[in-house]
């Protein structure tokens, strides 16, 4: 441990008074390392660590990491964004996906890198998303790869299996793979109106498909302000479909991408999911475009950057529970 930093933590952390926070210079990993020691041996705690010096908390704060639920946890689950591109151009689309978007497509050999660290890491399970997954003619090996990884879930609207897709699509393992199918409504007004005519009966052609051909299929919906009592509706024809409830998903249309309305969302409201796209990381997949929600450029090393991403969530909410004590307004 150097000396200098050391004394450095010493006299600076010591000035402050307990339960506040203060930021020690580092000049690297290498004295990131020492503050994450001396920090742990003196009962204080690091807050986060910035490009040129490390934010530390005088005394010991609860890990909010630890107290979520282990699936919970930011780097328990991976998103991977293979691409952007998709044959809909859904009105609400979170990333503003469209047959003309740039592609922004990683790699094979990448994505296969990825994937492999990501289990050398802890990650529990995959999520492969897009844009639309199947627009690519190699995602068929990735799934195969993934999916003898670690549990692969990969999301598509169900539209594009025919010809060439549909015999890589048959040809794919069942096992450890599971196809999320958008699908917003039991009928077509709903899901049309904002996905385009047509697509409810494909996407259903689609979820037939899958189902009869013996792979998992679990069901997403995505519903905003005009959604009225569809839910229930859509719920009864999953029935029919003999979809248990862990094959369901229902969320909100979050205001991002070419969404202009929806729930807002930040850093700060939401629990992080680690989010891998062509251009860097991000907190969350629904916000995988947006500024804002980026986390770095590069996802490699992939447990650094897991590691990241649970400092910063563990700033963001030691920060704010040290605000809420230390700052009451009545
Ligand atoms: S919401 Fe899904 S299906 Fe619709 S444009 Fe975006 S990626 Fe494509």
Redesign the pocket.
């Known amino acids: 441990m150097s000396l200098r930093l050391t004394m450095t933590l010493v006299e600076t952390v010591g000035a402050v008074p307990a339960g506040s926070s203060t930021r020690v210079p580092v000049s690297g990993p290498n004295d990131v390392e020492t503050v994450r020691r001396w920090t742990a041996a003196t009962g204080n705690t690091v807050l986060m660590v910035h490009p040129d010096s490390v934010e530390v908390l005088r005394g010991r704060a609860d890990d909010p990491v630890r107290a979520l639920s282990a699936d919970r946890r930011p780097g328990y689950r991976l998103w991977v964004y293979t691409n952007f591109h ?1 044959n ?3 009105d609400y ?1 979170c ?1 503003s ?2 047959p003309t978007a740039e592609p922004r497509v990683i790699g094979v050999e990448e994505f296969v890198r990825l994937v492999d660290e990501a289990a050398a890491a802890g990650v529990a399970e995959l999520f492969v998303t ?3 997954p199947f627009m690519l003619l190699d995602i068929d090996d990735r799934l195969r790869h993934a999916s003898g990884v670690m549990p692969t879930t990969v999301l598509t ?1 169900a539209m594009v299996w025919t010809g060439a897709r549909r015999r890589r699509l048959e040809a794919l393992p069942r096992r450890g793979l599971t196809l999320q199918i ?1 699908l917003d409504s039991a009928t077509a007004e709903l899901h049309d109106r904002h ?1 385009g005519s047509g697509s409810f009966e494909r996407a259903m052609t689609g979820v037939r498909v899958a189902i009869d051909l013996g792979f998992r299929v679990r069901v997403a919906a995505t519903l905003g302000a005009d959604a009225g009592d569809s839910e229930r509706e859509l719920m009864a024809l999953l029935d029919e479909l003999g979809l248990d409830d862990d094959q369901r998903v229902v969320r909100r249309v979050a205001r991002q991408g070419a969404a202009n309305a929806g729930l807002t969302v930040s850093r700060a409201s939401l629990l992080p999911e680690v989010c891998v796209t062509a251009e860097g990381v991000w907190w969350h997949p629904v916000a995988a475009a947006d500024p804002a929600m980026k986390v770095a450029d590069d996802w490699h090393p992939l447990a650094e950057t897991i590691h990241k991403v649970r400092d910063e969530y563990r700033a963001h909410r030691i920060a704010g529970d040290v605000l809420a004590s230390t700052f009451p307004c009545a």
């Open positions: 998709c809909l151009s859904c689309c990333v996906s469209s897009g844009g639309e609207n958008s996905r």
